[in-house]
């Protein structure tokens, strides 16, 4: 199974480390980070949507994307 997930985050350590930590359990990235700015907190956001291939299991929406 082709499992998705789009990470999100204020732009700073914390975002580059949670991608590293993706990146470091077999995600792989997909596409371009994204950049915008929130007006409603004044800071800048981060986005990366990351893949990952998983052998021997099947999709079910309650799975908990993150700990695969």
């Known amino acids: 199974m082709k499992l ?10 914390a975002f580059c480390h949670k991608v590293t930590a993706a990146l ?21 956001q981060c986005g990366q949507a990351v893949t990952k291939t998983v052998e021997g299991k099947e999709y079910v929406p309650e799975m908990k994307l993150g700990e695969q």
């Open 24 to 44: 470091n359990k077999g995600w792989e990235l997909s596409g371009s980070p994204t950049y915008a700015f929130n007006a409603k907190t004044g800071e800048m």
């Open 4 to 13: 998705y997930r789009f990470l999100t985050g204020v732009d700073d350590s």
